[in-house]
């Protein structure tokens, strides 16, 4: 084993997609890096494994196109529920016109590998423990690997340890659970649709006694004969999740074993809590920020936070010479701060018991309103675009965080 470093330019705690595509732009422009984490990979990581055209987007910057074009693609997602099913094309415009899913194990340490080959220095099985701050400034991290403490110094840090954060807990992050967030979980099954060309989602999503719950259910295809199946429910600290999320996945995966040829018991079933649009504040300080979950960079209306990892990565690694304790939250304000807001506005409204079941049969009646939420829940809208949808997303989001006790991030 090569020697583990003891300073470096720029320490990246966490190799999840966020910290690793940090570290990926962070070497590629010519820093120092150390990429460090708790797990020695590859290592799981509960989720739906689903890449929206975003996280294509990202992973095609990073070189990784024809690699998870190689796994599966799929050209939309398919919306069940009310009594509907609708076939919704991914918009396109400046985003790729496709997604793709691939399982986390195998996608996270391809994506850590190209950090390695863009020249970072990989330390892996060591926990990011403490933090030496001295004027303000983070000069080491202090990590523990088996019964072996050691100190990393850096000149800056990316802190990308996921969504409990205890480095960033340390440095003062702190999680808001007023605002709306998820509780999900996730399992392998059999399935002879593995190759489905579209992702699914039941937006009816009911408890075992037919009680309407605010969330939804997945089965997003993998190939290999197999489907990753999950349910998530949104919460707040007002209405706290009263849902068992693993019976509740049970319940929804035997629901749909004949029409999606699901077949054998589910695997590795997991749950996991989520924070959502940007509901923390302590993000950043003179020489540190947060990145990906750790900075709730999660859309909190579908949940998904691997494009936001990747993306807030390789912003923050443009910016490591900024003063990033105001630089970093106005960054992340200026990129996501309207979207996430109204997104989380519009989702806090889904957890009031019976709005989804008044106002989804009305959404699932039109295939044109539909396209439309799926393109505003997947935050598929970048500043380039122009059309008519896009701009009213956009000053739905300004207005929104106009209106916020607490805008994202703060
Ligand atoms: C059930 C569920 C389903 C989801 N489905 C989707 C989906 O389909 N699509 C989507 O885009 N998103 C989905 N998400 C969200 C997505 O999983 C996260 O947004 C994404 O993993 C964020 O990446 P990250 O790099 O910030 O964190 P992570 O992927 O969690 O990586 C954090 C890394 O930090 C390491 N670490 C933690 N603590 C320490 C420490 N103290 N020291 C050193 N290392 C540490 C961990 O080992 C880990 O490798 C889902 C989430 C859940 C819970």
Redo the contacts with the bound molecule.
Sequence with gaps: MPATPTRTDVLV???????ASAAAWAARSGRDVVL????VFP?D????????PR?VEELDRLGLGDWVRGHTVNQGLRAHGFGQTLHLRWPGGTLPDHGSAVPRTEL?ARIRQVALESGATGVEG????DARVEGGRVRAVTFRRGEETFDIECERLVV?????S??GKVLGREWHQDTVYAV???CYVDSDRSDDPWISSHLELRGESGEALPGYGWI?PLGGGQVNV?V?TLATTKRPASVAIKPLMKHYTDERRAEFGLSGEQRMPT??L?PMGGAVSGVAGANWAL????AAC?NPLN???????LETGRLLAAHLDDDLLTAWPALLREEYGDAFSVARRLAAIFTVPKTLAALGPVGMRSDWLMTLALRWMGNLVTDEDRDRSARIWRWAGRRSINLDARPPFT
Excluded at 13 to 19: H, K, L, R, S, T
Excluded at 36 to 39: E, I, V
Aim: negative net charge.
């Design positions: 705690v966490g190799a999840g997609p966020a910290g460090a984490d708790a797990a290592r990581k509960t989720c739906g494994d689903g890449l929206t996280a996270d060591a926990k990011a423990v990308a340890d996921g969504v409990r205890g480095l999900a979980g996730r997003f999950g998530g749950s996991a989520l990145v990906g979950d750790a999660v949940g998904e936070g691997i494009d936001y990892g």
